[in-house]
C-alpha cells in the first residue's frame, strides 16, 4: 500500500499514519488491499446525556488518581445519534477496502454495544457475533452492583466468509496492562490472540499507542494503523520502533 500523507511512518511491515481515519485515509483505501480490520475506536460513552459525554475522557474514564498520567484523546465526544452515523461511516468505508469475506471487529463497552451493533450493520457489514473480553477482577469494584468487568468485540464480515480455517474462542479473558501507553490501552496478548482469524494486512484505523500493530509484528501480518492525535501517533512509532530493535538484537 503506498500513501502521501504529510506524516507517514514505515517500520518493518507496519505502515503508520497521522490523519483523520474516516475523512482522510479510509477513502483512499484500494478497494479488496485489507485482510481484516481490527480497532478500538473512541467510545463517545461514559454517561447517559450528553452533557456527560463531552467531559474530557479522563473524567469520564479514569478515577481521580490516575488522572493526567496519560494524554486525552480525541473524538470522544459524539451522542448517540452521531455516534451511529460516525460509525456507520467509517465501518462502510472500510468494508469498501476489505476484501470478500474479510473480518471487521470493533471494541466497545456496555453502554455503545446497542448503537455499535447497529453500525457494523448499517455499514453493510454482515454481523457475526459479539466476543466479551473480561478485564479480570483488577477493575475497580463498585459496592452494590456488578463489576463493569467486561468489554466488547463486535464483529462480522464482508459478507460471505467460507467455513474453513482455524476455530477461534468466543471469549477471551486479559487484565488491563499496568504500564499503560493511552489511557484506553488493551493487552497485546488479547490482540494476538484474537488476530488467530485475521487476515492481513489489518487495518486499525484508531490504533492509539497500537497494540495491535505490536500483535501483527509479532505474528509477522502486515499492519497499517493511523492515528490523529500526535502524542499517540509518537507513542505507536516509538513502541513499534522498540519491538522492532528488540527483535534485530534477538
Ligand atoms: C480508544 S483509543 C485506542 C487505544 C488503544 N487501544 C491503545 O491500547 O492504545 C482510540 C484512539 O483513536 C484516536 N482517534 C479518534 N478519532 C480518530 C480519527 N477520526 N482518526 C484517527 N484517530 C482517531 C484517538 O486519539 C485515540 O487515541
Known amino acids: 500500500m503506498r500513501f502521501s500523507f504529510p506524516e507517514t511512518v514505515q517500520i518493518g511491515s507496519a505502515t503508520l499514519i497521522r490523519a483523520d481515519s474516516l475523512f482522510d485515509v479510509l ?3 484500494v478497494p479488496g488491499s485489507i485482510g481484516g480490520v481490527l480497532t478500538d475506536p473512541p467510545y463517545s460513552s461514559g454517561g ?3 452533557g456527560d459525554r463531552i467531559r474530557a475522557p479522563s473524567q469520564k474514564y479514569q478515577s481521580s488518581e490516575y488522572r ?3 494524554a486525552e484523546f480525541v473524538g470522544d465526544n459524539r451522542d448517540q445519534r452521531s455516534f451511529l452515523a460516525w460509525s ?3 465501518m462502510h468505508r472500510a468494508r469498501l477496502g476489505m476484501r470478500p469475506g474479510a473480518i471487521l471487529g470493533a471494541f466497545t463497552d ?3 454495544l446497542p448503537v455499535t451493533t447497529d453500525a457494523l450493520q448499517t455499514a453493510g457489514l454482515v454481523w457475526r457475533g459479539i466476543v466479551p473480553w473480561d478485564k479480570t477482577e483488577a477493575v475497580r469494584p463498585q459496592l452494590g452492583r456488578y463489576r463493569n468487568q467486561a468489554e466488547f468485540l463486535v464483529w462480522g464480515t ?3 466468509r467460507a467455513s474453513v480455517g482455524r476455530i477461534a474462542p468466543g471469549a477471551y479473558r486479559a487484565s488491563v496492562p499496568r504500564a499503560k501507553l493511552h489511557m484506553a490501552a488493551k493487552p497485546v496478548s488479547l490482540m494476538r490472540d484474537l488476530l488467530a482469524i485475521i487476515d492481513g494486512p489489518v487495518l486499525d484505523p484508531f490504533m492509539g499507542s497500537s497494540p495491535i500493530g ?3 509484528a509479532e505474528l509477522g501480518l502486515p499492519y497499517l494503523g493511523v492515528e490523529a492525535d500526535p502524542r499517540h501517533f509518537d ?8 519491538f522492532a530493535e528488540r527483535g534485530a538484537a534477538a
Not at 235 to 242: H, N, Q, V
Open 235 to 242: 507513542t505507536a512509532c516509538r513502541r513499534l520502533e522498540a
Open 68 to 70: 493526567h498520567l496519560q
Open 214 to 216: 505490536e500483535a501483527c
Open 88 to 90: 456507520g461511516l467509517w
Open 110 to 112: 456496555w453502554r455503545q
Open 158 to 160: 464482508n459478507g460471505h
Open 48 to 50: 447517559l446525556h450528553a
Open 27 to 29: 477513502a483512499a483505501l
